[in-house]
């Protein structure tokens, strides 16, 4: 259906059934590599908070409970190395993908107004800004410079580490972006759902740097806010928990439009997500999980003649090519041995000859996955 005179693209997950089917013929059934959605429990801490908690009720706060707030804040300090947040700069949200959606129309954006988001990108930054009546332009998120001079620019976001390609922006680049917004007058957003997923150095000892550390923004989150998601780190994609962070005059009036519009995370949740928060084991733990399944996956591929992109250094997904092959000859040679990923082209055409295979698999299939990539020859 047309919004402001612009419809929504096709839904891309629609257009790998057919993959999806052959995949799922092979005599060993398929290996789903296509969607990051979490596999492994979730953990006991979050578990615990939400049965204790599930006497509720009242209705809860939109603002998330004092204890949430404080958890928010404690843990941009102690895992991100925020030190400005306050109280005031946080609200939980009903998931990331849905603040990711809505945020540009939360920001009162409208047609006339343009979106930068990357050049390779999750599909709903586009969305968003179609659905706002806004118009959406991908541009390379690490070179602010070759970025267009244009006031009618009210929104940046930005996604580190990338959902596809795992490329990390550090401190100087995000100094940049932030720099050029703010000469601008636009909003940065940067989504960082995948920050605790760092493999490669500096970013595996010292942490991917966030838009809001004070080396990029000088302690000053005007203008500026961080989407994160413990969806990824705690397992927590069907607790639908997850956040916003950042300056207080662009958190205080989202608040109350979710006031009005009745988006509450439930009571249960958001004492699960304080809890979770607050553990860093159960972090640790997960990472260590899917750091081997990454490293049984990248042996594999290359002895499958797939190229991983040695700057997809962090988040849950390898970033393959092969050759010169496209991205839908890459998925198809992929499905006739039981593995479905997904094409790069559904993150815009610069994702083009490149697909995305997730690491949310059990060990079981990732290892199946492995005995077919390495028994199978190679894919070119």
């Known amino acids: 259906m047309p919004l402001h005179g612009t419809a929504l693209p096709d839904f891309p997950w629609d257009s790998l059934t057919g993959a999806k089917e ?25 578990r615990h908070a939400l049965v204790a908690a599930a006497d509720a009720p009242g209705y809860p706060q939109t603002a998330g409970t004092p204890e949430l707030r404080t958890a928010i804040v404690d843990w941009f300090a102690r895992r991100r190395g925020v030190t400005a947040l306050e109280p005031a700069g946080v609200l939980p949200t009903i998931g990331s993908k849905e603040a990711v959606a809505l945020l540009p129309a939360l920001l009162e954006l409208g047609p006339g107004d343009v979106v930068l988001h990357p050049q390779r990108a999750y599909p709903t930054y586009d969305v968003g800004a179609r659905l706002a009546g806004a118009t959406p332009r991908p541009v390379d998120p690490a070179d602010p410079d070759s970025w267009p001079d244009d006031k009618r620019v009210r929104l940046v976001w930005l996604n580190s580490p990338g959902n596809p390609d795992g490329h990390v922006l550090g401190v100087e680049q995000l100094a940049a972006v932030v720099t050029w917004a703010r000469r601008q007058g636009a909003v940065v957003v940067s989504d960082e759902c995948y920050a605790e997923l760092g493999w490669a150095e500096p970013w595996a000892s010292d942490g991917v740097p966030s838009l809001l550390d004070p080396r990029v923004c000088g302690e000053d989150p005007s203008g500026l806010l961080v989407l994160y998601s ?151």
């Open 22 to 46: 052959r995949a799922g013929a092979h005599p060993g059934g398929i290996v789903d590599l296509s969607v990051g959605t979490p596999v492994d429990p979730t953990p006991a801490v979050a």
């Open 230 to 380: 413990l969806s990824k780190q705690s397992n927590l994609a069907g607790y639908r928990a997850a956040l916003v962070a950042g300056d207080p005059a662009l958190v205080g009036p989202m608040r109350e439009v979710r006031r009005h519009a009745g988006m509450i995370l439930p009571a249960p949740v958001q004492a699960a997500m304080a809890a979770a928060l607050g553990d860093d084991d159960h972090v640790a733990e997960q990472k260590a999980r899917y750091r081997a399944r990454r490293l049984a996956l990248l042996e594999a591929v290359a002895t499958a003649g797939l190229e991983q992109d040695p700057a997809s250094v962090a988040g849950l997904y390898l970033w393959l090519r092969s050759g010169s092959a496209s991205s839908w000859e890459i998925v198809d040679r992929l499905a006739e041995r039981g593995i479905l990923v997904a094409p790069g082209s559904f993150y815009g055409p610069a994702g083009e000859g490149y697909v995305r295979m997730a690491l949310t698999a059990t060990d079981e299939r990732v290892q199946e996955a492995v005995t077919r990539l390495v028994d199978g020859g190679s894919l070119r």
